[in-house]
């Protein structure tokens, strides 16, 4: 599964929520709406997601920040970074990985 960065420890959301006048629990209740299987984001993971200090987290589920750049009328892309390749991701990927060129 997939797991996206946060950019700026959250800042870009913070600015966003602030801009559109959300709340944290507003922001969830709105991602229940967007959210086709009518689910959405708990008020606890906005939390985690948009928050600062010991309780924040600096990832999450691409899901979860579609759902949130969706309510946000924000591009994914300004909200969060994809994480970067792992060298372990890139060999196994290659179809000779474990052989050496030289």
């Known amino acids: 599964m997939t797991n996206l960065l946060r950019k ?5 959301i913070r ?8 709340t944290g629990e507003r922001l969830a209740k709105a991602t229940k709406a967007a959210d086709v ?18 309780t924040a987290v600096e ?3 691409l899901r979860t920040a579609w759902l949130i750049a969706t309510v946000l009328r924000e591009p994914l892309q300004d909200l969060f ?6 060298t372990d991701t890139v060999e196994r990927s290659s179809p000779h990985g474990d052989h050496d060129a030289r």
């Open 15 to 22: 600015a966003a929520m602030e801009r559109r006048g959300l």
């Open 8 to 12: 700026n420890h959250g800042s870009p």
């Open 37 to 54: 299987m009518g689910r959405g984001i708990s008020l606890a993971t906005v939390s985690k997601i948009a928050g600062r200090g010991e």
């Open 59 to 61: 990832h999450c589920r």
């Open 81 to 86: 970074d994809m994480p970067s390749v792992s």
